[in-house]
T-cell receptor, first 109, second 112 residues
């Protein structure tokens, strides 16, 4: 059983829409990472958070520790946001990441 | 800054051949990792090195060996490639425990 689950697996949106990507994780995950993988394959780290909320540009990441749930929000979505968004958890006491399977986002113009 | 550099970007091997994937980072990071990415599976950890001189197995280490040559370089070796090792391989590094991961651009390996 994967310790990090993402939903939905695919999402198609229209340019300008507000998008939410969800991630649930199990006990033992001490920090949550959001990564972005573009069609070319490169992976970029967007956020790491263990509590509260972080914002960078049009991206906002939140985490609810009690509910073991994190969300990535994209405001005013744009076709260049089309990518696979991956949630990953750091297992407490180690440096190893446990990855979700990713969510493919397509933003149409 | 180059960040994390992986070579080669593409490789085709015949079953039984060996090869080494190279990874180097120029950010003075302590920790380095090798992952593989397969369709529908997400990224899985093969090996990692918490600091220079140490290596540890990850989730899927069978069929692989690693060397942390120095603080900058962390190589992954396939001694006898198998079709099941067809995958995209990513190297990553982080400065300390689970902070600020930087990924390389990946190596697409096909074993025929």
């Amino acid at each position: 059983k994967n310790e990090v689950e993402q939903s939905p697996q695919n999402l198609t949106a229209q340019e300008g829409e507000f998008i939410t990507i969800n991630c649930s994780y199990s006990v033992g995950i001490s920090a949550l990472h959001w990564l972005q993988q573009h069609p070319g394959g490169g992976i970029v780290s967007l956020f790491m958070l263990s509590s509260g909320k972080k914002k960078h540009g049009r991206l906002i990441a939140t985490i609810n520790i009690q509910e073991k749930h994190s969300s990535l929000h994209i405001t005013a979505s744009h076709p260049r946001d089309s990518a696979v968004y991956i949630c990953a958890g750091t297992q407490g006491g180690s440096e190893k990441l446990v990855f979700g399977k990713g969510m493919k986002l397509t933003v149409n113009p | 800054n180059a960040g994390v550099t992986q070579t080669p970007k593409f490789q085709v091997l015949k079953t039984g051949q060996s090869m080494t994937l190279q990874c180097a980072q120029d950010m003075n990071h302590n920790s380095m990792y090798w992952y593989r990415q397969d369709p529908g599976m997400g990224l899985r950890l093969i090996y990692y090195s918490a600091s220079e001189g140490t290596t540890d197995k990850g989730e899927v280490p069978n069929g692989y060996n690693v060397s942390r040559l120095n603080k900058r370089e962390f190589s992954l070796r396939l001694e006898s490639a198998a079709p099941s090792q067809t995958s995209v391989y990513f190297c990553a590094s982080s400065p300390l425990l689970a902070t600020g991961y930087t990924f390389g651009s990946g190596t697409r390996l096909t074993v025929v």
